[in-house]
């Protein structure tokens, strides 16, 4: 019941009566409820997992260390958050949050209709702020989705060969991942070789991998709900040139200049800046044109970032990943990906596959 405290401290400091959690992630988050069905609705006296027949047994067993009730609504379920708004006893101007990232206008229409006017408040980010800093349990969770997903790479290294087309090895990669205890793919495997490495988000495709092709991989895990990100670029089928080795090793440095900046008390701006600073020196600075990396969690895209425009200060506790690239286009691109923990001197990487362009073949360094 410490997260219900916690989000119940919040409100009380945003002077919200109430707050009404439809981001899936979120009510996850507060009441340990992992069916796709749901809304909760948080008073200072009560806590409230509204669901449907679906889920009740599953919900009230999945809730009980959490301090919510389950109830189960009506077919139009914001009727019954209405309803159950009422119940919980609204006093004349109180506020009850919604989350205005997720709840869209109509339904933000629909629930006001029934309500007085007024009452409705949007909020944005306040579970957030809780679910930012990773309990020991949610670090045990990531490391071990982090495990999964070296030790997938491992296996896989031996497949990635002249002939596998792009969808082959992505499928692979996922079919490792589960097969090694895995719920899922923590978003659709990105596999691009050759010119198409160069593609940031390239889809995998039928094209077959070519001797010397660069590939990019860049994929996760998720376990017990926590996701893992990962991505390795490596040469197939041949030794790497001394551009695609050139170009690998500037990558790798720009890495590791932000990881060794990493620490309390410095900006997810400042780290992007260390990365950054070492690619535009060397004449590539308009080929790095995404973030160098994001937090992740029961969502692989979480905030803060690092990111040029994030003023957010690193906290003891906070997962980020760290991933530089550069990308040219008819050439192809290479980047390459750690997920890290921040601690009280520095960060913690988490991830143990090695980090080299030439493919290890041989699973040396399989992951124990």
């Given at each position: 019941m410490e997260r219900l405290a916690k989000i119940r401290q919040l409100m009380t400091e945003e002077k919200l009566d109430g707050l009404i959690v439809t981001t899936a992630a979120n009510r996850r988050y507060l009441s340990g409820f992992t069916g796709s069905s749901g809304i909760l609705v948080i008073?200072?006296?009560?806590?409230?997992?509204?669901?449907?027949?679906?889920?009740?047994?599953?919900?009230?067993?999945?809730?009980?260390?959490?301090?919510?009730?389950?109830?189960?609504?009506?077919?139009?379920?914001?009727?019954?958050?209405a309803e159950e708004?009422?119940?919980?006893g609204t006093k004349a101007r109180s506020?009850?949050?919604?989350?205005?990232?997720?709840?869209?206008?109509?339904?933000?229409?629909?629930?006001?209709a029934k309500l007085d006017r007024g009452i409705l408040t949007?909020?944005?980010?306040?579970?957030?702020?809780?679910?930012?800093?990773?309990?020991v349990d949610e670090l045990g969770s990531i490391r071990k989705a982090v495990e999964i997903t070296d030790q997938a790479w491992a296996r896989l290294q031996p497949e990635l060969k002249p002939g596998r087309t792009e969808k082959e090895i992505a499928a692979l990669f996922e079919y490792f991942q589960r097969e090694l205890g895995a719920e899922g793919a923590a978003f659709p495997t990105?596999?691009?070789?050759?010119?198409?490495?160069a593609l940031p988000h390239g889809v995998p495709t039928d094209k077959k991998i070519a001797a010397g092709d660069l590939l990019v991989l860049d994929g996760g895990a998720v376990y017990n709900g926590y996701c893992s990100d990962f991505t390795r670029t490596v040469v197939v089928g041949a030794a790497p040139t001394a551009d695609q080795q050139a170009l690998y090793d500037l990558v790798l440095k720009a890495q590791q200049a932000a990881l060794d900046g990493m620490r309390p008390g410095v900006t997810g701006k400042d780290v992007d800046a260390l990365a950054r600073k070492v690619i535009a020196e060397a004449g590539y600075g308009e080929r790095f044109g995404h973030g160098l990396g994001h937090s992740l969690g029961l969502e692989i895209h979480e905030a803060p970032r690092l990111a040029l425009t994030d003023e957010t200060v690193l906290e003891t506790g906070v997962v980020y990943t760290v991933e530089p690239g550069i990308y040219l286009a008819d050439w192809g691109g290479i980047r390459i990906e750690d997920v890290v923990v921040v601690t009280e001197t520095g960060i913690e990487d988490l991830t143990a596959s090695p980090k080299t362009i030439i493919l290890d073949s041989e699973d040396r360094h399989m992951v124990k």
């Open positions: 008073s200072q006296e009560h806590a409230v997992l509204l669901t449907d027949f679906r889920y009740l047994d599953q919900a009230a067993e999945e809730v009980k260390a959490y301090g919510f009730q389950v109830k189960k609504h009506q077919p139009a379920i914001l009727e019954t958050v708004i009422k119940a919980q506020k009850w949050g919604f989350e205005s990232e997720n709840l869209v206008e109509k339904a933000y229409r629909t629930l006001q949007p909020t944005e980010g306040l579970v957030n702020r809780l679910r930012r800093i990773k309990s990105i596999v691009a070789s050759g010119p198409r490495s």
